[in-house]
């Protein structure tokens, strides 16, 4: 009778405890959509400053070419949806240190004190990388594409129409916030190989191994996420291939400290 009612105990406080979590993980998500919500309200109000920030790469390549340069919308909805997705990447940038917080918060109690050393630096590192890989995009990639692809407008010649660059509205912001995404996640390539490594899934020798591969499997991956020309491309290919190097260093920092401990 005592096993059955110390069973029976064991089961009430597993299962109190699995609610406690479940309430604690509703009660991060409600605090981590609140702030983000928030912070999308605000920064309505500042899209269209936003918008022209992310617009200057494109002011900035083509304001000496001396003709008179616009963005165009061609529905009636297009510039205020622009606005919007505007003011939720800017919500989400700014309020990513708050949701990262919340996570940290509810995943750390179930951690040692060693796990949670290890894992302090990745929760730096990963924001760090992304920010490093959007401006990247933002201050060299943007604006030689933008000046590649203005290369391909031509002059009235022979009784021919001129062709000339029109940027839409919504079309530039799909196009940098594509390349801004690919560039942060692609980054994140060291944290990645390095959280394996640490779980022992994978070692510097079998990175160095497979370095031809990988290097086929970048250039591949960076055609899939950029646009079709070879200015992003190789833009997003050499950052990862030099990532990749310091993925191999980092993953021989791990081996060694494994090894001493």
């Not at 700014?94 to 050393?117: C, D, H, M, R």
């Not at 990963?126 to 890989?133: A, E, H, S």
């Not at 070879?230 to 400290?257: A, D």
């Amino acid at each position: 009778m005592k096993k059955i009612v110390k069973k029976m105990n064991e089961e009430n406080d597993k299962k109190a405890s699995f609610v406690t979590h479940l309430t604690e993980l509703r009660s991060r998500l409600v605090k981590s959509v609140i702030y983000l919500f928030l912070f999308f309200i605000v920064c309505y109000f500042f899209a269209e400053n936003i918008y022209n920030f992310l617009v200057a790469p494109y002011a900035e390549a083509v304001k000496d070419d001396g003709l008179n340069r616009r963005m165009i919308f061609t529905a009636l909805h297009e510039t205020f949806i622009t606005y919007l997705k505007v003011a939720f990447f800017a919500a989400m940038f700014v309020a990513s240190p708050i949701i990262l917080t919340q996570i940290w918060k509810f995943v750390a109690p179930g951690l040692y004190k060693n796990e949670k050393k290890a894992l302090l630096p990745y929760l730096i590192a990963t924001p760090t990388l992304f920010l490093l890989g959007g401006m990247l995009v933002y201050y060299l990639i943007m604006p030689l594409a933008i000046k590649f692809f203005l290369t391909f407008e031509t002059t009235a010649q022979f009784n021919n129409l001129p062709i000339q660059l029109e940027a839409k509205v919504n079309e530039y912001l799909s196009l940098i916030m594509r390349l801004i995404f690919a560039f942060g996640i692609s980054f994140q390539l060291p944290v990645l190989l390095s959280l394996l490594a640490r779980v022992g899934f994978i070692d510097s020798k079998y990175l160095k191994e497979r370095r031809k591969y990988v290097i086929v499997i970048i250039f591949a991956v960076a055609a899939l996420l950029t646009p079709p020309d070879p200015i992003t491309q190789i833009g997003l290919g050499i950052p990862l291939l030099i990532l990749y190097e310091l993925s191999i260093l980092s993953v021989k920092i791990i081996e060694k400290k494994k090894n001493n401990a």
